[in-house]
């Protein structure tokens, strides 16, 4: 490793990784991503794989959309198979003044693009014929929503990374962020310091010790969200099912495999990755709610990962305005995997100093000193 770079990316997860590709593809390599434990030991190796355009807000439904397009392509892109399959996303209403939003919700995402549809409980069952809607009041679809290999995507944008003569270290924990005045200087770790002026945080659900090193503040706090995976079974499920009434979501893998997760409403925000028997209780109850024929089926493991959260549970992009040249690629509450391709793409953008392809002055961290924000009500899990 040397010891000055252009730029420093903390994270190597998707877009830390995602990032540095960006900014390889446009030439500029004098790049470090560095992660403190392996690549993908945060969130982007933690999650379900969900690619969903089914957003509330309008800056999440953009982005989603762009990602989308590009995930079609990403395999032949990364040259890895990363197992993108549109069998859609199926969200699922249980009382009428959220099939009502439903309705507001699909208006929006057609008019951005996304061909989303409102659906009875009937046609739900049509698409999932195991479904029990004795409870159900409406749903939605999107077809073009799918599900993709999490650690593929990883791989691929390591490897292409590497053959780009990008650094990438394992195993290195930035201790501090070293300024002066507004500029940055040097990124101390455990393996030594770093020259740079730029640094890109992309730290997950440790974003918020990141940029309070550089002497910045984002208001993102942590939140354990857990996760399960079952034996292998005779595969029927097309789409990701979702509730966020229920705060459930499971899909099936190409290979039989059930993955699926739940949110715990009490759950305390903090550094946490370990399992609870709570939630396999709660989710296997759950899931059988939903899909009765699941009752035979064995889970097999169980983990968890942080939700980087924020107050809007939008993500914060852009740079902040105590430190120049200090990116935040962070707070996506749940949902950074999905919209990583023109997250990234824009991020690399504005280390180059170029327009970037898509506004985000909306997501930008100073908005939290308005009162006036939208909060997005799509996150499930």
Same mark, same amino acid.
């Given at each position: 490793m040397s010891e000055e770079y252009g730029a420093v990316i903390i994270g190597g997860g998707v877009n830390g990784l995602g990032t540095a590709y960006h900014l390889g593809k446009k030439g500029f390599t004098d790049v470090v991503v560095l992660d403190k434990s392996y690549l993908g030991y945060g969130a982007s190796g933690r999650n379900g794989g969900g690619i969903r355009q089914q957003w509330t807000s309008e800056e999440n439904i953009k982005l989603a959309v762009e990602s989308r397009k590009m995930f079609e392509d990403l395999d032949e892109e990364l040259e890895e198979d990363i197992e993108f399959y549109q069998g859609g996303y199926l969200v699922l209403s249980f009382d009428q003044e959220e099939a009502d939003e439903f309705k507001e919700n699909v208006k929006l995402q057609n008019s951005l693009g996304v !061909?989303?549809? &409102?659906?009875?409980?009937e046609e739900a069952k049509e698409i999932v014929p195991e479904l029990d809607i004795s409870s159900v009041v409406a749903a939605t679809f999107n077809q073009s929503d799918g599900t993709i290999y999490p650690f593929k995507v990883i791989h691929g944008?390591?490897? /292409? =990374? /590497?053959?780009?003569? @990008?650094?990438i %270290?394992?195993?290195?924990?930035? %201790?501090?962020i070293i300024t002066e005045g507004n500029e940055i200087k040097k990124v101390k770790t455990d393996e030594g310091d770093i020259k740079t002026d730029t640094v890109v945080n992309a730290a997950g659900g440790w974003s918020a010790e990141v940029a309070e090193m550089a002497g910045a503040e984002i208001p993102n706090i942590p939140v354990r969200h857990e996760i399960m995976v079952t034996e292998p079974y005779q595969r029927f499920l097309e789409p990701m099912v979702i509730s966020f009434q229920h705060g459930i979501y499971f899909s099936q893998s190409e290979h039989g495999n059930i993955v699926g997760g739940i949110g715990n409403p009490d759950e305390e925000p903090g550094i946490n990755q370990k399992g609870s028997l709570w939630f396999m209780r709660e989710f296997s109850n759950t899931l059988l709610d939903f899909i009765p024929r699941f009752s035979s089926v064995n889970m097999i493991r169980q983990w968890a990962g942080l939700y980087d959260t924020t107050p809007d549970a939008q993500p914060i992009l852009g740079s902040v305005p105590e430190v120049d040249r200090f990116y935040q690629v962070n707070g996506f509450s749940g949902h950074g995997f999905m919209v990583s391709p023109m997250v990234d793409k824009v991020t690399a953008e504005l280390v180059m100093g170029e327009e970037p392809s898509m506004d @985000?002055? /909306?997501? /930008? =961290?100073?908005? &939290?000193?308005?009162?006036? @924000?939208? !909060?997005? #009500?799509?996150? =499930? #899990?």
């Open positions: !061909e989303s549809e &409102f659906l009875s409980p944008y390591a490897n /292409r =990374v /590497r053959e780009m003569d @990008i650094d %270290k394992e195993h290195t924990e930035v %201790k501090d @985000i002055e /909306r997501l /930008r =961290v100073e908005r &939290f000193e308005d009162m006036d @924000i939208e !909060e997005e #009500g799509g996150v =499930v #899990g």
